[in-house]
């Protein structure tokens, strides 16, 4: 079974420039995870989405950063302008259902550097 | 915000010996899952253990669970190298869906 793609791995910007990360969940997972995860600290959920509904954007900063799940599949996370502070590895998860606690099967994770 | 916090943030044994990370957290939860990542693998979940029970194993994996004390701790018995990693407890908050991970647990397992 395939599992969770992301693209692209690595990604080195300039402060207030543009990026997207796309995501393709493992096939019949209908809940896809955005998270940020900073060097030396815990993941933290940035949107979570079940089929092309959100669930959660509590902690999305929504004046910089965007995402969507067209057609409950594959999902895009946008950052327009982008900051310093943005560095981090952005992780793809996703999980069968909706489910308190549903284990979640991760990417890779694209790294972002803003210089 | 983080709701779990693992102690000791960092850990350094010798192969053969036992790892025990603690995971104190905030508010009432469901459930509560440990997650491994190393630059190998990613992020892998290990274990999931519910708010009514008490202690749960897999393999060489021990997990317990207080919610009287809203803690939980981990104990990897006879370590390996290849359990060098950072370890994650994750929070599933009551009355939501959301997962909150912990700063986590710097594991090293010197051979």
């Known amino acids: 079974e395939a599992g969770v793609a992301q693209s692209p791995r690595y990604k080195i910007i300039e402060k207030r420039q543009s990026v997207a990360f796309w995501c393709n969940p493992i096939s019949g997972h209908a809940t896809l995870y955005w998270y940020q995860q900073i060097l030396g600290q815990g993941p933290k959920l940035l949107i979570q989405f079940q089929n092309n509904g959100v669930v959660d954007d509590s902690q999305l900063p929504k004046d910089r950063f965007s995402a969507e799940r067209l057609k409950g599949v594959d999902s895009t996370l946008k950052i327009q302008p982008a900051k310093l502070e943005d560095s981090a590895v952005y992780l793809c998860?996703?999980?069968?259902?909706?489910?308190?606690?549903?284990?979640?099967?991760f990417g890779p994770g694209t790294r972002l550097t803003v210089l | 915000s983080q709701q779990g916090e693992e102690d000791p943030q960092a850990l350094s044994i010798q192969e053969g010996e036992n790892a025990t990370m603690n995971c104190s957290y905030k508010t009432s939860i469901n459930n509560l899952q440990w997650y491994r990542q190393n630059s190998g693998r990613g992020l892998v979940h290990l274990i999931l253990i519910r708010s009514n029970e008490r202690e749960k194993h897999s393999g060489r994996l021990r997990v317990t669970l207080d919610t009287s004390k809203k803690s939980s701790s981990l104990l990897i018995t006879a370590s390996r190298a290849a359990d060098t990693a950072s370890y994650f407890c994750a929070t599933a908050p009551s009355g939501g869906f959301k997962t909150i991970f912990g700063a986590g647990t710097r594991l090293f397992v010197k051979a």
């Open positions: 998860a996703s999980s069968l259902e909706l489910r308190t606690g549903a284990e979640q099967f």
